[in-house]
């Protein structure tokens, strides 16, 4: 039987360019000359590539980003969903490597994993690039398109229809969005499902919500901001439901300090249960989102697709979680 020193003497090239061509290593720079012949030389020796045995002893995934360190820290919706990821493979003794969109290397570091974890938002480029590394890819937070690739996501629908149906309940028929913008790395818009949903919600219900509509950063700051601009204008419903959990904090902190009180004058509902939303006055009644156990969903799946394949899961996925609506204190019948 051939082995990969065979191929590598009959194309006059080195063992690791061998290695690498058959790899499809995304890194790897060399003509398409060189490529076609170690090609050639493979199945003109006859060489089969040995098939990795895998088990959790040796399996390495990586972790891909597109938050980056520090915004994971201004909004814990991410670092909540890497906690559940580094549990699960903590437990299993699987081997992680973790990279940012934002490390200029990181589709070399992540060359050698058996498969790939994608947090967040990824343009089909980006996709494509990952596959070339390994068909193991499980996308967390994310619908996608790709008929390859299996995705496991919130149950937006399912979750604004609930905060919104508890707000219709207490009465509230002017209600406002506060909800946060997101680009790709083309600097392109990312619609947000929830303010989809919402407005839906709205226009079969008859709720007033056009001039409630506040689009701002997924943090404290930039919804402070955004709020204060909306009370000068005079545009103030009598609920907001927030995209998020940071979102809803600083409107609630800017209605306080310009003499709204909450939930008397406005109620709030935001969205994930962070653990600041039990300490905030008055404790903030939110959405909460799953995402540790997306995490740890997201291991088991991917660990399933890379020692079983096809014999696991047949068909890629889309998997959707349901938001349980968590009641506090920031929302009133009027």
């Known amino acids: 039987m051939a082995t990969i020193r ?104 992540l060359k050698d994993v058996d498969g790939i974890l994608c947090l967040g938002k990824f343009s089909k480029q980006e996709l494509t690039q990952l596959k070339s590394i390994t068909s193991n890819i499980v996308v967390l937070d994310m619908p996608v398109d790709d008929v390859d690739i299996t995705s496991i996501t919130l149950n937006f629908k399912q979750a604004v229809n609930s905060a919104m149906e508890h707000l219709y309940d207490l009465g509230h028929r002017r209600i406002g969005f506060l909800g946060g913008i997101q680009t790709d790395e083309d600097n392109s818009s990312i619609p947000d499902e929830r303010f989809s949903y919402f407005k839906d919600f709205c226009e079969k219900h008859e709720i007033e919500y056009m001039d409630y509509v506040g689009m701002t950063q997924f943090n404290i700051q930039s919804s402070y901001n955004t709020t204060k601009l909306m009370i000068e204008s005079g545009n103030i ?15 609630m902190r800017a209605l306080q300090e310009n003499g709204y009180k909450v939930p008397d004058d406005v109620s709030l509902v935001g969205f994930n249960n962070t653990e600041i939303t039990n300490y905030t006055n008055p404790p903030l009644t939110t959405m909460n989102a799953p995402v540790y156990a997306m995490g740890l969903y997201g291991v088991s799946t991917l660990y399933s697709l890379i020692t079983e394949g096809k014999k696991a899961i047949p068909v890629p996925m889309r998997i959707k979680l349901p938001c349980k609506l968590v009641e506090r204190n920031s929302c009133k019948e009027i």
Request: glycine share 4%.
């Open 6 to 109: 065979d191929v590598a003497d009959k194309a006059n090239v080195s063992v690791a360019t061998v290695s690498r061509i058959l790899n499809n290593d995304p890194t790897l720079s060399t003509s398409p000359e060189t490529k076609q012949r170690v090609l050639n030389a493979a199945n003109e020796l006859g060489y089969i590539k040995k098939k990795k045995v895998v088990s959790k002893s040796n399996c390495t995934i990586g972790i891909l980003q597109w938050f980056s360190a520090a915004q994971e820290m201004e909004d814990q919706y991410y670092l909540m969903m890497r906690l559940g990821i580094e549990e699960c493979c903590a437990k299993n003794k699987i081997n992680m490597i973790r990279k940012f969109k934002s490390d200029s290397d990181y589709l070399a570091a």
């Open 237 to 251: 419903p009598t609920a907001f439901f927030a995209a998020s959990d940071p979102i809803a904090i600083g409107a």
